[in-house]
């Protein structure tokens, strides 16, 4: 459960407005104290009709941790992960001088596709930059809810 005041500081940063946008868009008006982050990994199934690539343009590691974050002095990151680039969310997060607290995860109520297993989770990396305390502290690590439109 998310509190109302802790809801309005939430900023989501992604890349662009839309599929196949150009530039990642971070333009702001001020700092946050709470960022939601989905990175558009790239992914290296390029040939498969999931091919993230076939839907909105991605960006490298590389791209991803040059970007600077709207973030206050005091603040939570919650980094969206998949199972493929979890150890690439504590790359971002060391990049955007955050440190890692503890992992949220969201328990699908169907699987998905895998190579190895069907997959159905996904993760957030909480991170604080800062001493920014959480508003309330009896919130379990594992969510389940239905998957919305991508």
Known sequence: MTDPVETKAVKQVTAGSGPRCNRPSLATSGTYAALVVD???RYGNTATRAAAEDHYETMTIEELCALELPAADDAHLYL????SFIR?????????DFTYKTTLTWCKPSIGMG????????????????SLPTLVNDVGTHFAANRGKH
Request: charged letters at 20%; a negative charge; zero cysteines.
């Open 39 to 41: 990175p558009p990994w």
């Open 88 to 96: 690439e969310g504590f790359e971002l997060i060391d990049a955007w």
């Open 115 to 130: 190579n190895y297993f069907r997959v159905n989770t996904e993760h957030v990396l909480f991170a604080v930059k800062g």
């Open 80 to 83: 969206w992960v998949t199972n």
